[in-house]
Nanobody, 124 residues
């Protein structure tokens, strides 16, 4: 069992920045691909970004790719989501996920473990 714990969410004004962190408990963290998803009230869970086990391949959805950056530190068993130039439409609960057999990394079903989520609220 892998446990994931997100942190770094909060309230920020439009145009501001936040950095989310996701700490993993497993000693085999370096072999898991990682992803970030988000869910706004009344909406489906949405893919945000993914990163492969080595950190050499990264992908983010079009709505955030020019503003958000996913990264990881295998030494620290942690994945990050740097969010810049935040917009009110970024308001959501953000979830971290880990998977051992990830392909594109864009589908919920590719991931085996999920964190509890952290709230991000962007005021206008």
């Amino acid at each position: 069992q892998v446990q994931l714990v997100e942190s770094g969410g909060g309230l920020v004004q439009a145009g501001g920045s936040l950095r989310l962190s996701c700490a993993a408990s497993g000693r085999t963290f370096s072999r898991y691909a990682m992803g970030w998803f988000r869910q706004a009230p009344g909406k489906e869970r949405e893919f945000v970004a993914t990163i492969n086990w080595s950190g050499g391949r990264r992908y983010a959805t079009d709505s955030v790719k020019d503003r958000f950056t996913i990264s990881r530190s295998n030494a620290k068993n942690t994945v990050y989501l740097q969010m810049d130039r935040l917009k009110p439409e970024d308001t959501a609960v953000y979830y971290c996920a880990a998977g051992s057999s990830v392909r594109t990394g864009q589908a919920d079903s590719e991931y085996d473990y999920w964190g509890q989520g952290t709230q991000v609220t962007v005021s206008s």
